[in-house]
């Protein structure tokens, strides 16, 4: 009896969802405002945005526009375009490790998305994401967050190199650790009178976690915690992780770090007035002016085809953090999501939208590659752009990190997929899953300490990084006893309660 | 009876009624400023509660949580309040003292200068500064000091010169900060003075020169003396600002340099950096409150200072 009720019961859900597909009311024409970070496009994003605006109004009786976060102190602008809303945006692309998902969602900024909606009007989207990742999306019991699960890329950082220069400078297979690179950003300091090693624009705030943080994972186990306004927190190790690391507090690594940088500063491996620089970095290793450059390994992926253009010969390296130690955690899969504004008017149209986005070829690939035959062509699965394109003039860019499909995606054929694929096979050998996806740090208890925390960090972090100091020990030193003093202990403390509260067996 | 109650009120209430008919033509002048401030100073106050919620975003300011003082702790138990204040009033002490001696001096010098093309071109070209963003002048200042390949860099250096490090020299910014800022500020105080000096009474100078006093002597008895009242109202205005910095000119000129801060971070400049990570408006909004709080209080009793000494140089 109590079988038959279950699978009545079952029938009758399936049912209901059945008859709500059919009674979904789209008879008014809406326009779904998608929050999305990067620079207005100049290039044909408009040609591509009208046709793929005319399959939404055939199929969902909506239309998408961009509003767009521009490079340019971005990471206030998001925040503030979230703070800010009033039912002016629908959909806001979104990630839990660099644009704040988290926070902003224990701000009110997001919608919740209860099953039904997600099964009424995301219906290819939520079942082609497991019920494990949607657990990985809850906060308090409800989902916020719509993954990008599907989609194989690696954003660990590191250093992108001319492996050209590596050779000349002895290096025959290259860098693979922080050791090589000082021998690499020697040899272009002694031979290469017009090049910077490594020109950084050590004004952003992005360079201390990423160098210290790097540094760190090269020599010891630690897995870094995403979500916290200060990158201090670390789990100990992959088979201890729900322990915190005391790194930044006792220890020598840390300590090692700094002399070694500040040895880097006073070889000239940077210009002095780093931390004033704002330059384009990107663009001077293109035109063989700086020799590395600090980013991740989906950007060395593009970048070393156009490094390959501009720079013939440069053979672009990559040399990535925890490359030492085999110490890679495998990419979170809210490295990139969307979520509906809280405030919007139109949240259902809004998830039909986006289930579109990301399961239906014909837009997605519009998005994505922009019209076929005319900007690009598929051979064997992958797609070759025609001769001369250029990306910023004839391309499209709608930066949709937010639900890229790999069911979908076609591979880039100009990308260098025989490196590529070495690197990517690298990593599959040592990579861990990222161990603390269940984890969302609540910032109610300690939010004063932290702020204070941030504050120490910015005011050392910057200076260790770049060796900008007399003695680089007792900097380590003055550094710890600040972090004591703002309270470090009291947030590890409840850190640490908040880590055992869901880890604890 | 009747005549008694309402007697002693009605004069009080025409009185009023007529000042408003009588002044009619200088208050309808002042109508664009009292508007403005009206919407962008009275009407945003009640928003100031902000400061003692936890703001939620799909709540709003007045039905998100009440937390009492707490954003206020921020500050306080930080370490560097002492820190802050001292850059922060020094700087403004500097800027006000300094900035209004150097427009003081321009304005009396253009004053006595008698070419006319000279007058109005030196003007122009001293105000033009004011018009430049501070993300400009910063470049400006780190492409002629940065030291790899700044301009006076290069000088100093085919000079046979060493030069020094001035963006890992914490020392030097408090010169280079307050030199900027006059910099930028010297024209447009300098007009204001120079308006001032246009609208004395021109017979008094020419009884003075009838009776032989020489330039040194007619600004030092006539000039100052009549702009006293102009420096004093400056003055009061500008006191009431005194915990509050210039967020734009700190922030491009220093940014996020963490080598030159102990003598050039200032309250804004820390709030941006602790804020911009947590992107908390209920503890940015604690702290611009208690600088207003704090400067108001600073500006009533200056004023009652200055009423002491001479009530007709008060603003109220």
Not at chain 2, 105 to 114: D, G, H, Q, R, S
Request: glycine letters at 8%; charged letters at 20%; a negative charge.
């Amino acid at each position: 009896m109590k079988k038959l009720l279950a699978v009545f019961l079952a029938m009758v859900m399936l049912l209901g969802v059945v008859p709500a597909l059919a009674e979904i009311d789209t008879s008014e024409h809406v326009k779904i405002v998608y929050l999305v970070t990067g620079d207005k496009p100049t290039n044909r994003t408009d040609e591509v945005l009208a046709r793929i605006n005319e399959l939404l109004t055939e199929k969902v009786n909506a239309e998408l526009e961009f509003r767009w976060i521009e490079w340019t102190d971005w990471q206030t602008q998001y925040n503030l375009a979230l703070a800010t809303q009033s039912g002016d945006i629908d959909l806001i692309g979104t990630a839990t490790d660099w644009l704040d998902a988290w926070p902003n969602c224990q701000k009110g900024a997001f919608l919740p998305l209860s099953e039904e909606m997600l099964q009424t009007y995301a219906p290819q989207t939520w079942a082609s994401v497991s019920e494990a990742h949607w657990n990985l999306c809850k906060y308090n019991g409800e989902i916020y967050l719509m993954p990008e699960d599907n989609y194989a890329q690696w954003t660990n950082h590191g250093f992108m190199y001319r492996q050209d220069w590596a050779r000349e400078a002895g290096l025959e297979n290259g860098v693979h650790s922080w050791a090589d690179l000082a021998v690499y950003f020697q040899y272009i300091k002694d031979n290469k009178p017009d090049v910077i090693p490594w020109d950084a624009n050590g004004n952003g705030s992005s360079y201390s976690p990423q160098m210290a943080g790097g540094w760190q994972t090269s020599h010891t186990g630690n897995i870094a915690i995403e979500g916290f306004p200060v990158a201090i927190f670390y789990g100990e190790s992959k088979d201890n992780p729900y322990t915190l690391s005391r790194y930044y507090l006792e220890g020598d690594e840390l300590v090692n770090f700094a002399k070694e940088m500040k040895k880097w500063a006073d070889a000239g491996y940077w210009r002095a007035d780093v931390l004033n620089y704002t330059g384009d970095v990107v663009a001077e290793m293109e035109e063989g002016k700086t020799g590395a450059h600090q980013h991740h390994t989906q950007t060395w992926t593009g970048e070393r085809t156009t490094m390959e253009r501009k720079q013939p010969g440069s053979d672009l390296g990559f040399f990535w953090f925890g490359e030492e130690t085999g110490n890679l955690i495998a990419l979170n899969i809210t490295h990139g999501a969307m979520a509906v504004a809280a405030q919007s008017k139109h949240p259902e149209r809004a998830l039909m939208v986006y289930d579109l986005m990301r399961n239906d070829p014909e837009i997605y690939r519009l998005m994505q590659y922009g019209f076929e035959g005319e900007m690009y062509t598929v051979e064997d699965g992958k797609f070759s752009r025609p001769e001369g394109f250029e990306d910023s003039v004839d391309g499209v860019s709608f930066n949709f990190w937010w639900g890229r499909n790999d069911n979908l995606e076609y591979k880039n054929a100009q990308l260098d997929w025989d490196a590529i694929d070495a690197m990517y096979a690298t990593y599959d050998q040592v990579k861990i899953d990222y161990p603390y996806g269940q984890y969302i740090y609540d910032n109610s208890m300690v939010g004063v300490l932290m702020d204070n925390l941030s504050n120490v960090y910015n005011t050392y972090m910057p200076r260790i990084v770049f060796g900008m100091n007399d003695d680089p020990e007792a900097l380590v030193a003055e550094f710890r006893a600040a972090l004591q003093s703002a309270g470090i202990e009291m947030v590890m403390e409840e850190i640490q309660n908040q880590l055992n509260a869901v880890y604890a067996k | 009876m009747q005549k008694s109650i309402v007697n002693p009120r009605k004069p009080a209430r025409r009185s009023a009624w007529r000042t408003l008919v009588q002044y009619r033509t200088l208050i309808f002048m002042c109508l664009p400023a009292i508007i403005f401030f009206f919407i962008f100073s009275y009407m945003p106050m009640p928003g100031a509660y902000i400061a003692f919620t936890n703001f939620q975003y799909n709540k709003g300011i007045f039905a998100s949580p009440f937390v009492g003082l707490k954003n206020f702790q921020f500050l306080f138990i930080s370490g560097q309040l002492g820190l802050l204040l001292r850059n922060t009033v020094l700087y403004n002490i500097a800027f006000i003292v300094l900035g209004n001696v150097v427009q003081l001096a321009f304005a009396i010098l253009l004053n006595e200068v008698t070419n006319k093309i000279y007058k109005k071109s030196a003007q122009s070209i001293m105000f033009l500064p004011y018009f430049i963003s501070d993300v400009l002048v910063s470049l400006l200042v780190y492409n002629l000091l940065n030291f790899d390949f700044g301009f006076v860099s290069h000088i100093v250096r085919s000079l046979g010169g060493e030069m020094p490090k001035v963006y890992q020299n914490a020392g030097a910014w408090p010169f280079i900060i307050v030199l900027v800022n006059l910099w930028k500020s010297t024209g447009y105080g300098t007009v204001v003075y120079f308006a001032a000096i246009t609208g004395m009474d021109s017979s008094m100078m020419e009884a003075a020169q009838i009776d032989g006093a020489n330039a040194w002597q007619r600004i030092k008895y006539i000039t100052l003396p009549t702009l006293k009242p102009t420096v004093i109202i400056l003055f009061l205005f500008a006191i009431g600002g005194i915990l509050k910095g210039n967020f734009g000119l700190f922030y491009n000129l220093v940014g996020n340099n963490a080598m030159l801060f102990n003598t050039t971070d200032i309250i804004e400049t820390y709030v941006y950096r602790s804020m911009m990570n947590s992107f908390n408006f209920s503890q940015s909004s604690a702290v611009g409150l208690f600088q207003s709080v704090v400067g108001f209080f600073i500006v009533l009793g200056a004023n009652a200072f200055v009423k002491h000494l001479d009530p007709d140089y008060a603003l109220f």
